[in-house]
């Protein structure tokens, strides 16, 4: 049954309240990371991943043999 935290505290029986382990506390936080870990790379696409990669590594390419000096972050006109 679920019980605010109010009246966790107001309870006055010491069998009533949960007191995790330091063990037991690490634990669901290492659980709670890799759902969170989970959750960031679903929403990733591995293929969008990869061929953002490789068409900015064939501009860089480009840029090069061009003979462009400015890096390609300082550009700033289209």
């Known amino acids: 049954m679920f019980q605010s935290a109010r009246s966790l505290f107001e309870n006055k029986e010491p069998d009533s309240l949960i007191i995790l382990s330091n063990k037991e506390v690490n634990k669901t936080e290492s659980e709670l ?3 969170i870990e989970y959750y ?3 929403g990733t696409v591995k293929n969008t991943v990869k061929a953002t ?3 900015v590594t064939q501009l860089e390419i480009f840029h090069k043999l ?3 000096d400015t890096p390609i972050e300082m550009i700033t006109d289209i």
């Open 33 to 35: 990371q890799n759902k």
């Open 40 to 42: 960031k790379n679903k």
């Open 53 to 55: 990669r490789n068409w």
């Open 66 to 68: 061009q003979g462009y």
